[in-house]
T-cell receptor
Framework: KAGVTQTPRYLIKTRGQQVTLSCSPI?????VSWYQQTPGQGLQFLFE???????NKGNFPGRFSGRQFSNSRSEMNVSTLELGDSALYLC?????????????FGPGTRLTVL | SQQGEEDPQALSIQEGENATMNCSYK?????LQWYRQNSGRGLVHLIL?????REKHSGRLRVTLDTSKKSSSLLITASRAADTASYFC?????????????FGTGTKLQVIP
Protein backbone atom coordinates (compact mmCIF):
# COMPACT_ATOMS: atom_id res chain seq x y z
CA LYS A 1 0.00 0.00 0.00
CA ALA A 2 1.16 3.50 -0.71
CA GLY A 3 1.90 5.62 2.33
CA VAL A 4 0.38 8.90 3.36
CA THR A 5 1.12 11.58 0.81
CA GLN A 6 1.11 15.31 1.31
CA THR A 7 1.24 18.04 -1.27
CA PRO A 8 2.93 20.32 -1.76
CA ARG A 9 6.13 19.42 0.10
CA TYR A 10 7.35 22.99 0.32
CA LEU A 11 5.49 26.26 0.15
CA ILE A 12 6.46 29.89 0.53
CA LYS A 13 3.74 32.45 1.14
CA THR A 14 3.56 36.03 2.35
CA ARG A 15 1.69 37.44 5.30
CA GLY A 16 -2.02 37.90 4.72
CA GLN A 17 -2.28 35.23 2.05
CA GLN A 18 -4.13 31.98 2.47
CA VAL A 19 -2.91 28.47 1.82
CA THR A 20 -4.40 25.02 1.26
CA LEU A 21 -2.51 21.85 2.04
CA SER A 22 -3.57 18.41 0.89
CA CYS A 23 -3.26 14.99 2.45
CA SER A 24 -4.08 11.61 0.93
CA PRO A 25 -4.34 8.88 3.55
CA ILE A 26 -3.40 5.26 3.18
CA UNK A 27 -6.06 3.39 1.25
CA UNK A 28 -8.78 2.18 3.59
CA UNK A 29 -7.90 4.62 6.37
CA UNK A 30 -10.87 6.72 7.40
CA UNK A 31 -9.34 9.02 9.98
CA VAL A 32 -7.02 11.89 9.12
CA SER A 33 -5.38 14.11 11.70
CA TRP A 34 -3.36 17.27 11.19
CA TYR A 35 -0.46 18.51 13.31
CA GLN A 36 1.67 21.63 13.32
CA GLN A 37 5.32 21.30 14.26
CA THR A 38 7.46 24.30 15.17
CA PRO A 39 10.77 24.51 17.05
CA GLY A 40 9.16 26.52 19.83
CA GLN A 41 5.85 24.71 20.35
CA GLY A 42 6.72 21.22 19.19
CA LEU A 43 4.05 18.99 17.71
CA GLN A 44 0.59 20.36 18.26
CA PHE A 45 -2.68 18.73 17.28
CA LEU A 46 -4.82 20.77 14.92
CA PHE A 47 -7.84 18.63 14.16
CA GLU A 48 -9.05 15.20 13.18
CA UNK A 49 -11.52 14.22 10.49
CA UNK A 50 -13.44 11.02 10.22
CA UNK A 51 -16.04 10.23 7.59
CA UNK A 52 -16.04 13.82 6.36
CA UNK A 53 -16.75 15.19 9.85
CA UNK A 54 -14.43 17.02 12.18
CA UNK A 55 -14.58 15.08 15.42
CA ASN A 56 -11.73 16.55 17.39
CA LYS A 57 -10.07 19.95 17.45
CA GLY A 58 -6.98 21.41 19.08
CA ASN A 59 -6.47 24.93 20.37
CA PHE A 60 -5.89 26.85 17.18
CA PRO A 61 -7.64 30.00 15.94
CA GLY A 62 -10.44 29.86 13.42
CA ARG A 63 -7.99 30.81 10.66
CA PHE A 64 -7.10 27.12 10.62
CA SER A 65 -9.76 24.97 9.06
CA GLY A 66 -10.03 21.70 7.27
CA ARG A 67 -12.27 19.31 5.50
CA GLN A 68 -12.40 15.72 4.42
CA PHE A 69 -13.80 14.33 1.23
CA SER A 70 -15.75 11.14 0.63
CA ASN A 71 -12.56 9.35 -0.47
CA SER A 72 -10.98 10.30 2.91
CA ARG A 73 -8.57 12.78 1.36
CA SER A 74 -8.26 15.84 3.52
CA GLU A 75 -7.34 19.46 3.03
CA MET A 76 -6.22 22.01 5.54
CA ASN A 77 -6.62 25.72 4.97
CA VAL A 78 -4.97 28.60 6.75
CA SER A 79 -6.31 32.06 6.01
CA THR A 80 -4.66 35.42 6.66
CA LEU A 81 -1.24 33.89 7.17
CA GLU A 82 0.99 35.17 9.95
CA LEU A 83 4.75 34.81 10.32
CA GLY A 84 4.15 32.43 13.23
CA ASP A 85 2.34 30.02 10.94
CA SER A 86 5.68 29.00 9.45
CA ALA A 87 5.95 25.35 10.37
CA LEU A 88 6.03 21.77 9.23
CA TYR A 89 2.44 20.58 8.81
CA LEU A 90 2.02 16.85 9.20
CA CYS A 91 -0.98 14.74 8.51
CA UNK A 92 -1.52 11.24 9.76
CA UNK A 93 -4.04 8.59 8.89
CA UNK A 94 -5.33 5.56 10.75
CA UNK A 95 -7.87 2.83 10.03
CA UNK A 96 -9.81 3.84 13.14
CA UNK A 97 -10.48 0.44 14.57
CA UNK A 98 -10.04 1.53 18.17
CA UNK A 99 -7.41 2.29 20.74
CA UNK A 100 -4.79 0.07 19.14
CA UNK A 101 -4.71 2.08 15.98
CA UNK A 102 -1.34 3.30 14.84
CA UNK A 103 -1.09 6.62 13.13
CA UNK A 104 0.88 6.71 9.92
CA PHE A 105 2.42 10.03 9.11
CA GLY A 106 3.08 11.70 5.82
CA PRO A 107 6.36 13.48 5.02
CA GLY A 108 4.87 16.88 5.83
CA THR A 109 4.48 20.21 4.09
CA ARG A 110 7.06 22.81 5.02
CA LEU A 111 5.30 26.20 5.01
CA THR A 112 7.34 29.37 5.17
CA VAL A 113 5.53 32.67 5.65
CA LEU A 114 7.52 35.77 4.71
CA SER B 1 2.86 22.68 28.30
CA GLN B 2 2.22 19.52 26.37
CA GLN B 3 0.97 16.33 28.00
CA GLY B 4 4.22 14.53 27.36
CA GLU B 5 7.47 15.91 28.64
CA GLU B 6 10.58 14.13 27.52
CA ASP B 7 13.88 13.87 29.19
CA PRO B 8 16.60 14.50 28.25
CA GLN B 9 15.98 17.12 25.59
CA ALA B 10 19.16 16.06 23.85
CA LEU B 11 21.45 13.07 24.15
CA SER B 12 24.78 12.35 22.50
CA ILE B 13 26.32 8.87 22.71
CA GLN B 14 28.92 6.73 20.98
CA GLU B 15 27.89 4.04 18.53
CA GLY B 16 27.33 0.78 20.33
CA GLU B 17 26.16 2.37 23.57
CA ASN B 18 22.59 2.20 24.82
CA ALA B 19 20.31 5.23 24.75
CA THR B 20 17.49 5.78 27.22
CA MET B 21 14.79 8.41 26.83
CA ASN B 22 12.04 9.13 29.29
CA CYS B 23 8.55 10.50 28.88
CA SER B 24 6.19 11.75 31.56
CA TYR B 25 2.54 12.59 31.15
CA LYS B 26 -0.24 14.00 33.27
CA UNK B 27 -3.60 12.34 32.58
CA UNK B 28 -4.91 8.82 32.21
CA UNK B 29 -4.09 7.25 28.90
CA UNK B 30 -5.27 4.40 26.71
CA UNK B 31 -1.90 3.81 25.16
CA LEU B 32 1.47 5.42 24.61
CA GLN B 33 3.41 5.38 21.38
CA TRP B 34 6.96 6.25 20.45
CA TYR B 35 7.90 7.83 17.16
CA ARG B 36 11.13 8.72 15.43
CA GLN B 37 11.64 11.73 13.23
CA ASN B 38 14.62 12.33 11.02
CA SER B 39 15.49 15.97 10.57
CA GLY B 40 12.44 17.90 9.34
CA ARG B 41 10.66 14.86 7.95
CA GLY B 42 7.61 12.82 8.81
CA LEU B 43 7.27 10.68 11.90
CA VAL B 44 7.87 6.96 11.85
CA HIS B 45 5.94 4.83 14.30
CA LEU B 46 8.22 2.68 16.47
CA ILE B 47 6.15 0.94 19.10
CA LEU B 48 2.81 1.12 20.88
CA UNK B 49 2.30 0.03 24.46
CA UNK B 50 -1.15 -0.33 25.96
CA UNK B 51 -2.03 1.09 29.35
CA UNK B 52 -2.30 -2.43 30.81
CA UNK B 53 1.15 -3.44 29.56
CA ARG B 54 4.38 -2.81 31.42
CA GLU B 55 7.04 -3.66 28.89
CA LYS B 56 7.33 -4.24 25.19
CA HIS B 57 10.18 -5.16 22.88
CA SER B 58 10.76 -4.65 19.20
CA GLY B 59 14.18 -5.51 17.84
CA ARG B 60 16.69 -3.25 19.60
CA LEU B 61 13.89 -1.22 21.20
CA ARG B 62 12.52 -1.75 24.67
CA VAL B 63 9.67 0.34 26.02
CA THR B 64 8.43 0.37 29.59
CA LEU B 65 5.31 1.97 30.98
CA ASP B 66 4.58 2.82 34.59
CA THR B 67 1.04 4.14 34.83
CA SER B 68 1.35 4.75 38.58
CA LYS B 69 4.18 7.20 37.89
CA LYS B 70 2.70 8.31 34.57
CA SER B 71 5.97 7.70 32.82
CA SER B 72 7.48 5.66 30.03
CA SER B 73 10.98 4.99 28.83
CA LEU B 74 12.44 4.02 25.48
CA LEU B 75 15.70 2.09 25.44
CA ILE B 76 17.66 1.67 22.23
CA THR B 77 20.36 -0.95 22.64
CA ALA B 78 23.59 -1.15 20.67
CA SER B 79 22.94 2.19 19.01
CA ARG B 80 23.96 2.92 15.44
CA ALA B 81 24.72 6.15 13.63
CA ALA B 82 21.45 5.64 11.72
CA ASP B 83 19.54 5.95 15.01
CA THR B 84 20.39 9.65 15.04
CA ALA B 85 17.00 11.35 15.06
CA SER B 86 14.44 12.98 17.34
CA TYR B 87 12.26 10.67 19.37
CA PHE B 88 8.76 11.57 20.53
CA CYS B 89 6.33 9.93 22.86
CA UNK B 90 2.63 10.35 22.18
CA UNK B 91 -0.15 9.60 24.61
CA UNK B 92 -3.61 8.66 23.50
CA UNK B 93 -6.51 9.39 25.80
CA UNK B 94 -10.25 9.77 25.72
CA UNK B 95 -11.44 13.24 24.90
CA UNK B 96 -15.15 13.83 24.54
CA UNK B 97 -15.71 10.27 23.51
CA UNK B 98 -12.94 10.22 20.94
CA UNK B 99 -9.28 9.38 20.99
CA UNK B 100 -6.93 12.33 21.29
CA UNK B 101 -3.22 12.07 20.63
CA UNK B 102 -0.82 14.42 22.41
CA PHE B 103 2.87 14.52 21.60
CA GLY B 104 5.76 15.15 23.93
CA THR B 105 8.52 17.65 23.43
CA GLY B 106 10.96 15.14 22.02
CA THR B 107 14.49 13.97 22.68
CA LYS B 108 17.13 14.71 20.08
CA LEU B 109 19.51 11.74 19.90
CA GLN B 110 22.92 11.93 18.26
CA VAL B 111 24.88 8.71 17.81
CA ILE B 112 28.51 9.38 17.04
CA PRO B 113 30.20 6.80 14.80
Amino acid sequence: KAGVTQTPRYLIKTRGQQVTLSCSPISGHRSVSWYQQTPGQGLQFLFEYFSETQRNKGNFPGRFSGRQFSNSRSEMNVSTLELGDSALYLCASRPDRGTLDTQYFGPGTRLTVL
Amino acid sequence: SQQGEEDPQALSIQEGENATMNCSYKTSINNLQWYRQNSGRGLVHLILIRSNEREKHSGRLRVTLDTSKKSSSLLITASRAADTASYFCATESNSGGYQKVTFGTGTKLQVIP
